[in-house]
């Protein structure tokens, strides 16, 4: 192991676009979902869906073997009938994904989520029945 993967879980840098994108998602509400991915030991906008985009089209935007962060707004509506949205921050963990990836992206987590305030629900999901529609509106509610 060469002194850049030793840092690779401590000294993970945050591109400013990945705060600003959030932000946006969060206050103007620019868009429905990011997904974030590590590159060259920061952390980097992958893709944005736009704020009409569905959960399908979110879930079907992330990687069948590759680990990613992804934060998602969820709009629904309570038994009261109030119109309610959570963001969801999720860690995309595809049991096919790399060894030495899953552990990168487990390390970083922690600090890569401090970095986005306003982060309400937190899911991990290694395969898409983790991540249903249904079990993110059980975890809205």
Do not use: H
Request: charge should be negative; hydrophobic fraction near 35%.
């Amino acid at each position: 192991m060469n002194a850049n993967d030793a840092n690779a879980a401590s000294g993970m840098a945050v591109e400013d676009e990945c705060k600003l994108k959030f932000l946006e998602l969060k206050s103007k509400r620019n868009y429905r979902y990011i997904i974030f991915k590590i590159e060259e030991q920061q952390v980097i906008v992958d893709k944005v869906g736009s704020p009409d985009a569905s959960y399908e089209d979110f879930t079907n935007s992330l990687p069948s073997n590759e680990c990613r962060y992804a934060v998602y707004d969820f709009d629904f509506t309570t038994d009261e009938n109030c119109q309610k949205s959570k963001i969801f921050f999720i860690a995309w963990a595809p049991d096919t994904s790399k060894v030495r990836a899953k552990m990168v992206y487990a390390s970083s987590k922690d600090r890569f989520k401090r970095e986005l305030d306003g982060i309400q629900v937190e899911l991990q999901a290694t395969d898409p029945s983790e991540m249903s529609f249904d079990i993110i509106k059980a975890r809205a509610i």
